[in-house]
């Protein structure tokens, strides 16, 4: 896999955040998804990480240092907090967190994705089969040359993607 540039993974971000409606709640995956931070803050959202996290924003305004799912810096935000992921797993599961920005291997053109390879780099599901089940959109960032006609990994999640973003645009999946 290809590596894309920082400015492209910005605006990745960028265009990923915009989707979430203003002050709403979303879980963010590591890699490109942390990059979307910035812009959450901006339409006070409240964002949350897997590893325990609620509140999260920007290490510039946060009250807080703590550490991201990507060994990052990030701040937490004025009534933030953090719980251990049992916690942010039921709160997933009951339905009470609306968005996920996730990232993926390889998403196709039906939404199916692949999160998880067999060979080569150790990659694994995380959270990512409560968060598929229980999230009402699922946002998806990559690469464009990995959003795929079909997968060639090993399919972790069928139907799941409900928009996937990448360099070159914003894609509906239906």
């Known amino acids: 896999m ?10 990745i971000a960028k265009k990923a955040a ?8 979303v879980i963010l995956g590591a890699g490109i998804p942390t990059k979307c931070l910035k812009f959450l803050n901006d339409k006070d959202c409240w964002v949350i990480y897997e590893t325990g996290i609620i509140g999260a924003c920007p290490f510039t305004c946060g009250t807080e240092t703590i550490i991201d799912a990507s060994r990052k ?3 937490l935000r004025e009534g933030g907090s953090i719980f251990d992921s049992s916690f942010i797993f039921s709160l997933i599961r009951s339905g009470r967190i609306k968005n996920a920005i996730l990232g993926a291997l390889e998403v196709d053109r039906s939404g199916n994705v692949a999160c998880h390879a067999t060979h ?10 409560d968060i598929y ?3 009402e959109k699922k ?13 060639s990994l090993p ?3 069928k139907h799941i993607a409900d928009i996937v973003v990448t360099e070159n645009g ?3 999946i239906k």
């Open 2 to 11: 290809s590596t894309i540039s920082l400015k492209d993974k910005n605006n």
């Open 18 to 25: 915009s989707i979430v409606a203003e002050g709403s709640s």
């Open 73 to 75: 810096k990030i701040g």
């Open 120 to 129: 080569t780099r150790l990659w694994g599901y995380g959270g990512a089969l």
């Open 133 to 135: 089940s229980y999230v």
């Open 139 to 151: 946002i998806f960032v990559l690469p464009q040359q990995r959003f795929v006609r079909t997968l």
């Open 155 to 157: 399919v972790s999640g």
């Open 170 to 172: 914003c894609y509906e």
